[in-house]
Nanobody, 124 residues
Framework: QVQLVESGGGLVQAGGSLRLSCAAS????????MGWFRQAPGKERELVAA????????YYADSVKGRFTISRASAKNTVYLQMNSLKPEDTAVYYC?????????????????WGQGTQVTVSS
């Protein structure tokens, strides 16, 4: 059982930045593809960014491309989401997720483990 713990959410003004962290309990962290999802009130959960087990491949939703950066630090069993130029429409609960696979994973149902979520609120 892999435990994922997110941190770094909060309230920020539009144009500001936040960095989310997701710490994993799994020692074979590099065997897991990771993703960041978000869910706003009344909306479906959507994939924001994903990274392969090696970190060599990444994916970004069009809505965040050029503003968000996903990365991972295997030595710390942690994946990050650097969010710059935040907009009010980025407001949501952000979740990290893991799947025992090396390649990118795009569908929420493919992920095996989920964090508890962290709230990001962007004020206008």
């Amino acid at each position: 059982q892999v435990q994922l713990v997110e941190s770094g959410g909060g309230l920020v003004q539009a144009g500001g930045s936040l960095r989310l962290s997701c710490a994993a309990s799994e020692r074979t962290f590099s065997s897991y593809a990771m993703g960041w999802f978000r869910q706003a009130p009344g909306k479906e959960r959507e994939l924001v960014a994903a990274i392969s087990g090696t970190g060599m491949s990444t994916y970004y939703a069009d809505s965040v491309k050029g503003r968000f950066t996903i990365s991972r630090a295997s030595a710390k069993n942690t994946v990050y989401l650097q969010m710059n130029s935040l907009k009010p429409e980025d407001t949501a609960v952000y979740y990290c997720a893991a799947r025992l696979a090396y390649g990118l994973q795009y569908v929420s149902s493919e992920y095996d483990y989920w964090g508890q979520g962290t709230q990001v609120t962007v004020s206008s």
